[in-house]
């Protein structure tokens, strides 16, 4: 296909900002003697030893519903795109550590992408060193909808929400009391994205809208339609 796409499955002719639907949300193979394995991309037949960190398409104060509000938000803009991995919030909350989110299997070896596939991380536990999570020099945190969260005017403040200690803990006295409200005198733990750092430990009232991050902590392999 052109561009190294597949654009079957895509609501519109082409993708914001040209990226690439990487997994479709719904797939349904065509039928034939090899169960319809020639007609498969092979972009969906590999496995992507990759798990994508992405912005949700606008700031959020500290009132997110909590964090099965944010989990929504995630799982719908990243459906919205053509992502069919699972997408959770980078929250830490009440029954949550940021850390614990990615499975214990794929923490060491899986690298952390943005929408363009560009390494922001070589994997999960490098966010939990201790150090803040330092990205990569040059490295773009992307939104659902392709915008570049640091430069797009789309959020005023360069700050993320995180809930978290450096080491991807909860911090049960800075996370907007489970990310339910947005109450000037209660603050929620985040990092501005000027630091260079995601882990950054900046305690900020909950009334400031920050970028919601939301990670891919599973992937579409050839064995799950």
């Known amino acids: 296909w052109a561009g190294g796409c597949p ?104 690298p952390i992408v943005n929408l363009r596939d560009e390494v922001l991380f070589s994997n999960w536990e490098a966010l939990f060193t201790g150090s803040g999570a330092p990205l990569r020099a040059g490295a773009h945190i992307l939104s659902f909808d392709g915008r570049d969260v640091l430069r797009d005017a789309g959020w005023p403040q360069k700050s993320v929400w995180h809930g978290s200690d450096t080491k991807g803990r909860r911090l049960p006295e800075s996370y907007c009391e489970t990310w339910r409200t947005e109450e000037h005198a209660i603050t929620g733990q985040a990092s501005s994205l000027g630091s260079g750092k995601l882990l950054e430990q900046v305690a900020s009232s909950c009334q400031h809208a920050f970028i919601v991050l939301c990670i891919e902590n599973s992937f579409m392999t050839a064995a799950k339609k």
Do not use: K
């Open 7 to 110: 654009w079957a499955g895509w609501p519109s002719p082409e993708p914001p900002s040209g990226l690439c639907p990487h997994r479709l949300a719904t797939y349904q193979p065509r039928g034939g003697d090899d169960g319809g394995q020639s007609h498969v991309p092979q972009a969906l037949l590999s496995p992507p030893w990759q798990l994508h960190l992405v912005a949700l398409n606008a700031p959020l104060s500290g009132g997110m519903r909590g964090i099965r509000g944010a989990d929504f938000q995630c799982f719908q803009q990243a459906r919205q795109v053509g992502l069919a991995g699972t997408f959770r919030a980078f929250l830490s909350s009440r029954l949550q550590d940021l850390y614990s989110i990615v499975r214990r299997a794929d923490r060491a070896t899986v």
